[in-house]
């Protein structure tokens, strides 16, 4: 299975992400974590999406597309993936629908969790990662609301688009996204 997985930041979804590669045997990409270990490396490439992430905006569109597009060739995602993350803009979606068409492999299913605003602020504002100062999760909220939302309707208008409801606990969440992803399971 192919499935792009969104959700605005505080929703739960590094955890729903893990345990649905752990469910269906998929590779994990996570544009999140891909770039924490680029800055933790200080690469080239971790230096300059740091001076972003620390402020909560979005990394320029061409520097993930290409860092997606190297991922996407290696051999572990030939069994299906989950991109968690990624896209987060229309620019993105638009770059992924031409390289999986290019490549014959369309997307099977993208999940939303959905998790109200008041909710979202309260998690984050206990997380404590480096970037979840109240005004980056400030910053980071209005990035998804601005830059991510409109991702909904470009999926839902291809008819790719299923919600999951992300309050409860997380074996409930999970259920919840089980029952989706069955049918499309093979
Ligand atoms: P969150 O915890 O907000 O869900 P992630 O862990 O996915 O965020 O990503 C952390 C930061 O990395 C984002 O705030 C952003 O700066 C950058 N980032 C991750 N994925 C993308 C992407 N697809 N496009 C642009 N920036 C990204």
């Known amino acids: 299975m192919r499935i792009v997985f969104i959700g605005p930041p505080g929703a739960g979804k590094g955890t729903q992400a893990e345990k649905i590669v752990a ?21 080239e490439l971790g230096l300059k999406a740091d001076q972003y ?41 638009e770059a992924l629908d031409h390289l999986l ?4 492999t369309p997307l099977d299913v993208v999940l939303e969790l959905q998790v109200p605003g008041e909710e979202l602020f309260r998690r984050l504002a206990g997380r404590g990662r480096a970037d979840d100062t109240p005004e980056v999760i400030r910053q980071r909220l209005v990035a998804y609301n601005q830059q991510t939302e409109p991702l909904l309707d470009y999926y839902g208008r291809r008819g790719l688009l299923q919600t999951i409801d992300g309050l409860g606990t997380v074996d ?8 989706a992803l069955n049918p499309l399971a093979r």
């Open 172 to 179: 409930e969440i999970f259920a919840r996204i089980r029952a």
């Open 101 to 104: 068409a290019g490549r014959n």
């Open 53 to 93: 992430m620390s402020r909560g905006q979005l990394v320029p569109d061409q520097v993930i597309i290409d860092l997606i597009h190297e991922r996407l060739q290696r051999p572990d995602c030939r069994g299906g993936y989950l991109l968690d993350g990624f896209p987060r803009t229309i620019a993105q979606a």
């Open 23 to 43: 469910a269906y045997g998929l590779a994990h990409l996570s544009t999140g974590d891909m770039l924490r270990a680029a800055r933790d490396a200080r690469t």
